[in-house]
């Protein structure tokens, strides 16, 4: 199952990566030939997009590597760090395009742009973009459902701005062939805002992964209930959760009776183990410390477990 995520996962960067340097090269090309300057600018962007697919590739290459002495639970951290370096990359493209937008507008306002009708085949190739990343867009963004791979959702993400981006320019060189050539950096300036937004978006997702913002209040629930219902559990005293990429690591402190043999009570925490991971996805390794449920370790609640240092004594003076 693991092989097959990554191999869809290398899949989902190697076509995006291929299509953006046939894309990159065409759209250049082109917008050269054509005297179109909203191809031209698309086929920067195509460019500036190979940087960070490479990038992205090495990543999620990275990520696959097995598990060593010095990561006993593989490497999988790198997806997200991945895409936290896509988001990084669609903001700062988000920025360039507005601000180059911004300017175009402000000449065309000022009276000192210099504008030249572009030939018709210009619009047929910024057509073409629209098409091929309509079909990117659909299908990575399912590759991303099947493979929960932050880059995945990451490069999804993307090739729906590229869309945007294609889409506006689409329209600024059919209506800049017509007379209305301002319409083109006014619209790529709209659709810059909505790439910094999903790029911001996909920053936020990135950094809550690699800060292990877990256990949520229903991962943490459905644990707990678990629990009830394992013979020998008297106590839930403590619970936390690491994520590595797809995969979720829980510790676990529970109370048992104090009478019980140390057989029978590994033979209890080896049952947690195996029905935790058995019934919550993801979860590929727990861990569980037990001792005897006294008192003074009263069972914690699920905001406890979750806000752990509400309940952690003041340090003395």
Do not use: C
């Not at 195509?46 to 990543?59: E, K, L, N």
């Not at 810059?192 to 997702?205: N, Q």
Request: net charge negative; aromatic share 8%; no cysteine.
């Amino acid at each position: 199952m693991t092989h097959e995520r990554d191999e869809k996962s290398l899949h989902a960067v190697n076509l995006g990566l291929g299509t953006n340097i046939l894309l990159a090269i065409v759209k250049t090309t082109f917008g050269i030939l054509t005297h179109s300057p909203a191809l031209l600018a698309e086929g920067i962007n195509s460019t500036s997009d190979v940087a960070y697919y490479i990038a992205a590739s090495i990543f999620v290459r990275m990520a696959n590597k097995p598990a060593d002495s010095d990561h006993p639970y593989g490497h999988r951290q790198f997806e997200s760090i991945g895409s936290l370096l896509i988001g990084a990359f669609v903001v700062t493209t988000a920025v360039a395009v507005f601000w180059d937008a911004v300017d175009k507008v402000w000449d065309f306002a000022d009276g000192v742009a210099d504008f030249t009708t572009s030939h018709p085949f210009a619009l047929w190739v910024a057509l073409g973009t629209v098409v091929v990343k309509i079909f990117l867009t659909d299908y990575i963004r399912k590759l991303g459902r099947e493979t929960l791979n932050p880059v995945v959702d990451a490069l999804a993400y993307d090739h729906r701005n590229d869309l945007f981006s294609a889409s506006a320019a689409t329209i600024g060189i059919f209506l800049g062939q017509r007379g209305l050539p301002w319409v083109d950096p006014l619209a790529g300036a709209l659709v810059a805002l909505l790439i910094f937004r999903t790029g911001l978006f996909i920053l936020r997702e990135s950094s809550t992964d690699l800060m292990a913002i877990i256990p949520s209040r229903e991962l943490a629930q459905h644990i707990a209930d678990l629990l009830q219902t394992i013979e020998g559990v008297v106590q839930l005293e403590e619970m936390q959760a690491h994520r590595f990429g797809p995969h979720i690591v829980v510790n676990l402190t529970i109370g048992i009776d104090g009478a019980l043999t140390v057989h029978e009570g590994d033979r209890i925490a080896s049952r947690v183990e195996e029905i935790v991971i058995k019934s919550v996805p993801n979860v590929r390794r727990v861990h569980v410390h037990y001792h005897p449920a006294e008192a003074d370790h009263a069972a914690m609640t699920i905001d406890e477990i979750l806000e752990p240092t509400k309940n952690t004594p003041p340090e003395s003076s």
